[in-house]
Each structure stands twice: as structure tokens, then as C-alpha cells.
């Protein structure tokens, strides 16, 4: 088992604890800090309530992926696969996370704001709240901060931890230092604002595709299959990293919290898996560090770097 230091991992990838320093102002004297709503004591959690927005989001769309047995077309299982590495592979693993969060390579600001836009699809929140939530779990990994840690639950750290009414201000203080860099950009405001109108656009072309192509039949089947089943299929998936990958599996790196690499959660989650990788070194491009450790996502930025659309592609310097 390889140990790496704070000190080691720093010098390797100046860049690998995004956002930039400057968006983690000193803090404040110990005796002056009191509790924030994404590092709170844990009987502060529930004391706003529930995100009733949040609660209601998620009911619907379990709700109706539970429909999709009943609609089942081997075209819609077709779109479901499509639209399930579209969304999930391109939209979170590849835009909202390595790119957005951690800037492990550039690419061309359309680019950019389409992988944005496939991430929003993919029904886990819009790219700037899904950003300053995963920096900040960096910033307080498995410790006292951390929004999702298996420490506090394993139900918790999966799904559990989306319904407490976040507490304003401090919503927007978490969101202004941790997302400082997206809320300069007008579409990723967009983006923000916008969140639910872009699934139920998705919805209603999914439906008429299949009821004009074939049938009504085939226009559900898009529509539970395609939208509902394809993001709550995603969402567990990507939840398995917060979840799973901090609870079980194997550790390549001494690091200061509980990631492990776990092998099925890298595969279905298009490499993200191997998530003791990616907190050793969080700015690294490549999450699979051994031979065994596919890593699909990489692989797409390697094929679009090929392509000339991406570029400074953050490797180790040795």
C-alpha cells in the first residue's frame, strides 16, 4: 500500500484540491465558529425540516420508474443505455465532476456548457449547487463538514442526506465560496434557475417521439424508460461513490478519510469508482491508477483531447 502525505499529493498536482485557494478564506478563530448548515451538528440537520421540493423531486421520479416494467420495448431498454451513459457518463462523471469541479482539463466553452447541460439531465441538481456541495465534501472528507459521510449513515450518506431544508443564508454562503467560479458563467446561472424546466422539455419529446414514430405505447415506454428509470438508475449509481465507495473496498492510498476503490461501482459509474484514487490525487484526469482499474471516463478524455477538444489534460508529473 503506497502512502502518500498531504505534502506529497500538493507538490504532485499544485491544482488537485479545486476550487483555487483564494475561494477558502482563513477561518475564523475556533472559538468563533459556530455550526453551518452543510458542516453541522448532527442535531441541526433535520431542525429546518424537510426540502419538501426535494422530497416531492425524487418521489415523482421513483414513482414513475416504477411504470417501466409495465412499458417495457426493446427500444426504449435502447434509449435507456443511450441516454443513461449520455447523461451519467458525459453529463456527471465527465462534465459536473472532473471538469467543473476538479478542472482536470479544458475544453472549448460550448463544450463546456453542453456537458453542463447533459449533467443537469441527469436529474442530481443543477451544475452549480452539484459543484459547491462536491467541493466542499473534498474540503471535509469523512469529517465534520463532510454533506454525505458513510460516518453518519450509510442511508444517510446515499440519499438521505438530500432532504433537509438547506438553512439561508447559508445556502447561498455555501454556493457564493464554493461555486464562486460557475456563478460567473450566465448559462451555468441559467442552468441553476432553469433545472426542472429541461426535464420536462426531455419528457415531452421523448413521448412524442414514440407516439409519432409508433405508437402510445412506445411513447411511454420512451417516457419511464428514457427519463424516469434512466435517472433514478443514475443517480443510484453516482450516489454509490458517496456511499459504497467510502464504506467497502480496497485502499491504494493512505489518505486522512474512509475513500476505497471498489470495483463495481468503477464499472458502473464509468471509473469514479476507484474513489480512494481520487482523493489521493482529486485534481487527477485518470481515477484508475492500477492496470485492473477501468477507467471509461478517462478514456473519453483522452479520445477528445485526440480530437483537439480538450486540452492540459492534468497528469502526474512523474
Same mark, same amino acid.
Given at each position: 500500500m503506497s502512502i502518500a502525505t498531504n505534502d506529497e499529493l500538493l507538490s504532485d498536482f499544485p491544482v488537485a484540491l479545486l476550487p483555487p485557494a483564494e475561494m477558502f478564506p482563513p477561518a475564523e478563530p475556533a472559538a468563533t465558529v459556530e455550526p453551518k448548515p452543510?458542516?453541522? !451538528?448532527?442535531?441541526?440537520?433535520?431542525?429546518?425540516?424537510?426540502?419538501? $421540493?426535494?422530497?416531492?423531486?425524487?418521489?415523482?421520479?421513483? !414513482? @414513475?420508474?416504477?411504470?417501466? $416494467?409495465?412499458?417495457?420495448?426493446?427500444? !426504449?431498454? @435502447?434509449?435507456?443505455?443511450?441516454? @443513461?451513459w449520455i447523461t451519467g457518463g458525459l453529463g456527471i462523471c465527465l462534465g459536473y465532476h472532473r471538469l467543473l469541479t476538479h478542472g482536470s482539463f479544458k475544453t472549448f466553452p460550448g463544450m463546456r456548457r453542453l456537458l453542463a447541460l447533459l449533467g443537469t439531465l441527469a436529474g442530481e441538481g443543477p451544475p452549480i449547487t452539484w459543484t459547491a456541495v462536491h467541493r466542499l465534501h473534498h474540503r471535509h472528507s469523512d469529517a465534520d463538514g463532510d454533506p454525505h459521510s458513510p460516518r453518519d449513515g450509510g442511508w444517510w450518506s446515499h440519499i438521505l442526506w438530500l432532504f433537509p431544508r438547506p438553512r439561508d443564508p447559508d445556502w447561498r454562503r455555501m454556493r457564493d465560496r464554493y461555486g464562486k467560479d460557475l456563478l460567473k458563467d450566465s448559462f451555468m446561472r441559467l442552468l441553476d434557475k432553469t433545472f426542472l424546466v429541461w426535464h420536462f422539455i426531455l419528457g415531452g419529446l421523448l413521448l412524442a417521439a414514440g407516439w409519432s414514430f409508433w405508437d402510445l405505447y412506445t411513447g411511454l415506454s420512451f417516457l419511464s424508460w428514457g427519463l424516469c428509470l434512466r435517472m433514478v438508475w443514475v443517480m443510484h449509481v453516482t450516489w454509490c461513490v458517496n456511499s459504497a465507495s467510502h464504506i467497502w473496498g480496497y485502499r491504494n492510498y493512505e489518505t486522512k478519510d474512509n475513500s476505497r476503490n471498489l470495483w463495481w461501482v468503477g464499472l458502473l459509474a464509468y471509473g469514479e469508482g476507484w474513489h480512494n484514487n481520487h482523493h489521493a490525487f482529486p485534481g487527477r484526469a485518470r481515477h484508475g491508477h492500477r492496470w485492473w482499474e477501468i477507467d471509461a471516463t478517462f478514456a473519453v478524455i483522452c479520445l477528445m483531447e485526440r480530437l483537439g477538444l480538450a486540452w492540459q489534460v492534468l497528469r502526474p508529473k512523474r
Open positions: 452543510w458542516m453541522p !451538528a448532527k442535531k441541526l440537520r433535520w431542525s429546518n425540516g424537510l426540502d419538501w $421540493p426535494a422530497v416531492i423531486w425524487m418521489g415523482l421520479i421513483h !414513482a @414513475g420508474a416504477l411504470a417501466a $416494467p409495465f412499458f417495457f420495448t426493446w427500444k !426504449a431498454l @435502447g434509449l435507456f443505455l443511450l441516454l @443513461g
